[in-house]
């Protein structure tokens, strides 16, 4: 058994035409779910990178896990997923983004710091951009790009000052990440290992640069892309993170802000977004068939999921922050495995990104180790369990993850039971701000209009708030001889 676990970056649910989006041209995905299984219902544990990384790479939250922000060096004590299958004599590799600690730490050093986390073959590249603070090339795409005599240059801008031209479809990081799994894949058979790869291209993340082929399709029927969904004011009885970032993305005003631009802005910013997610169905399509050729396909479970959404001007805000609309927090998940896992199914069960682990241990036939705190959801792959129930809820937190929310910094939590979506803000005394959300998903699935003071709905309040209060108990470690115990 082989595993392919190909994780984007900051991609929304609804960006794929098994999902439902008619604009996207994303054949090779959309063939990936019809030969599996395509989860509606699938959450991260944070809309944020690190956080949800390692949670979903340890099946552990992401307090527990360490880095419950971006800059925060996960645990060295934690246990990755590849570690678990390497010390099973698997052959673990990795390509394009992991982010479990500090990419950027000030000192100039050339990669983000590594604990024992299995991977033989990691061809590190967090982003594509030359590496901050160091004039060397920091990470391995920067040196596959050397080795062509070439730049990383993204110079056109596209009628638009949010949106530019990007590298080559050759030449993409994208596009490199798959070359490196080839060549991972190429020599595991060579060697006759079973093996394990991490896919981490970089887009959709922003800045939005695809490719000028990829885009040109999108500029042809540009007015015919549907604008956001934002009403004004409907920001007005919402937590106030959510009212900064309306004025620019991050706190930071002026940065991507809604209010600075006009309708052919958020169309374009659409466009190129859409645009990065065809070339990943591109290059992810190149892949599949590399292992169709080879012989490798029916001995391949492939996961496909991103790490969180993206606002996308949803709510009148661009990129994220210290909310967990759907389009930040709920994200695609496809699974396929031809001959184990039936073809062509799609569950409306409640899962997890932490219950991925448990389940490819189920999958690779080994042990779940004693900190996971993830649940398998391998009986209900395989048809022995049923298709559309797994969790009573999702959970999902922010602990001032993006650190950029200083006055007031951003705590808050999320639970949803599939119907109803509670948000928590968990303030000092005396701060300004709402003081959570509520939302029915099934009503009104554009989550503009917040429940959570009207009185009307406090039954629903309340007992949404008790499953807060068990879930958030329950990501206590449940390893507490791995910490200093006095």
């Known amino acids: ?4 676990w190909i994780c984007t970056d900051q991609q929304r649910y609804d960006t794929l035409g098994c999902y439902g989006n008619g604009w996207v041209h994303t054949p090779n995905l959309d063939r990936l779910a019809n030969e599996g299984i395509l989860f509606e219902r699938a959450y991260c544990q944070s809309p944020v990178c690190a956080p949800s990384r390692g949670s979903f790479l340890t099946g552990r939250y992401p307090r527990t896990c360490g880095p419950r922000q971006n800059g925060q060096d996960i645990d060295g004590k934690e246990r990755l997923f590849p570690r678990m299958l390497a010390d099973k004599g698997y052959f673990c590799g990795l390509s394009g983004k992991l982010h ?9 050093r050339l990669a983000e710091p590594r604990i024992d986390d299995g991977y033989h073959f990691f061809s590190w590249s967090h982003h594509p951009q030359p590496h901050r603070g160091t004039n060397w090339p920091a990470n391995e795409y920067q040196q596959f790009l050397i080795g062509k005599g070439m730049d990383y240059v993204t110079p056109d801008r596209e009628d638009c000052r949010y949106v530019q031209t990007g590298m080559e479809e050759p030449y993409h990081q994208t596009t490199w990440c798959v070359d490196e799994a080839i060549r991972f894949i ?12 991490s896919l981490n291209c970089f887009d959709p993340h922003h800045p939005f640069d695809p490719p000028k082929e990829y885009l040109q399709p999108y500029l042809d029927r540009l007015d015919e892309i549907p604008l956001p969904e934002y009403e004004e004011g409907e920001l007005d009885n919402k937590p106030v993170f959510q009212r900064k970032d309306h004025e620019g993305a991050y706190d930071t005003r ?5 209010t600075e631009m006009d309708d052919h802005d958020r169309r374009m910013i659409k466009a190129a977004y859409w645009a990065m997610v065809d070339l990943i169905d591109h290059q992810v399509g190149r892949l599949l068939d590399h292992l169709e050729e080879t012989g490798l396909r029916k001995d391949t479970l492939i996961l496909f999921h991103s790490d969180h959404g993206e606002n996308l001007g949803d709510h009148g805000m661009y990129l994220k922050g210290p909310y967990f609309y759907e389009n930040n927090v709920h994200v695609p998940l496809i699974m396929s495995w031809p001959g184990v896992i039936p073809a062509g199914r799609r569950s409306k069960a409640l899962v997890e990104l932490t219950d991925l682990v448990p389940t490819l241990c189920d999958a690779a036939g080994i042990g779940h180790e004693e900190g996971i705190q993830g649940r398998s959801f391998w009986r209900l792959l395989t048809g022995e369990a049923q298709l559309d129930v797994h969790r009573d809820s999702v959970y999902c937190e922010y602990y001032n993850s993006n650190i950029n929310h200083r006055n007031p ?38 989550e503009r209009v917040n429940h959570y003071g009207e009185e009307g709905w406090k039954d629903v309040k309340l007992r949404l708030l008790e499953v807060m209060c068990d879930r958030m108990a329950q990501t206590c470690d449940p390893l507490p001889v791995r910490r200093a115990c006095w």
């Open 1 to 4: 058994m082989n595993i392919l």
């Open 100 to 108: 479990l600690s500090a990419c950027h730490d000030g000192t100039g």
């Open 186 to 197: 190429d020599t595991a058979r060579a060697f006759g290992k079973d093996w394990m790869f």
């Open 254 to 258: 002026g940065y991507l802000a809604y």
């Open 409 to 446: 910094l951003a705590f808050a939590t999320m639970v949803s039971d599939g119907r109803y979506k509670l948000v928590k803000v968990h303030q000092q005394p005396g701060e300004e701000g709402c003081g959570g959300e509520l939302y029915d998903l099934t009503e009104e699935p554009t």
